[in-house]
């Protein structure tokens, strides 16, 4: 058994873990949807999955809008058929200690990493449960669990979405359908490049492994639970930090 | 040609895997039928796609037995 020809949404799949999620599952045989927010990213996307000869393309998608979704879920659904592997990765940051926190800053990330979620899955599973088959997979972080000076919105966020997981996977299991969460601690991506090197030394110091994950680590990780392998591991959260972080 | 009764009662029967002859008019698909919240759910989205028709949330939510599917979808054609 394999998830070839199985359709996969990959939100923010333009660089970093997304991408790396998109080709791993192209790997798998999978036809893959990446999702930018701007056309030149949806471009890069489709020229990312030609290049390694993935069926697919990218296409722009603002996960915060609910007319965006839907009408995105319309376009995969006439071109490749119902989604029924969702990844959803895409994610913001808005870092403030919370004394001086916006409300733009807290409701952008509830809004693009927490509700964005609740939109998508909620337009998959129509499909999901008529073919009795599918994945949900969520990106989440290991600050859901730590926590992190400066990331209340973010770890609120982030926390959320694994409980959310949680209590989808009781909804939608007599379906076959699994629904889990990736927690990543800290990779290589542009979301961590921007941190200034003495900040870097000081989390390795923190990682039993002594080195930033690579987007591929996480990838291999989805890919896994999006495959049949994968089938009996519903409503978990998947920590993949280097041991900064154990359970 | 189906009636629309009998049509709606075939898809109940196949969507809740019971007897056609366990779908009476009367029947409310919670309690007699054995449909838990997700059956309900689909079971709508099934007759919405042999009708052509879209039903939205807050109608589907009140049909609840057979005979009020058939009214809905009879209403609706």
Known sequence: MSIEGKV???TGATRGIGK?????????GVVVVGTATSAGGAETITANLAEAGVPGKGMVLDVASAESVEAVLEQVQAEFGAVTILVNNAGITRDNILMRMKDDEWDSVLNTNLT???RVAKGCLRGMTKARWGRIINVSSVVASMGNAGQSNYAAAKAGIEGFSRALAREVASRNITVNSVAPGFIDTDMTSGLADEHKDKLKAQIPLN???KPEEIAAVVGFLASEAGGYVTGETIQVNGGMYMG | MSTIEERVKKIVAEQLGVKEEEVTSDASFVED???DS???VELVMALEEEFETEIPDEEAEKITTVKLAIAYIE???
């Open chain 1, 8 to 10: 996969a949404l990959v």
């Open chain 1, 20 to 28: 790396a999620i998109a080709l791993e599952l192209g790997r798998q």
């Open chain 1, 116 to 118: 964005s979620i609740y």
């Open chain 1, 211 to 213: 080195r930033l994950g």
């Open chain 2, 33 to 35: 039928l054995g449909a």
């Open chain 2, 38 to 40: 997700l059956d309900t």
């Open chain 2, 75 to 77: 209403a609706n054609q």
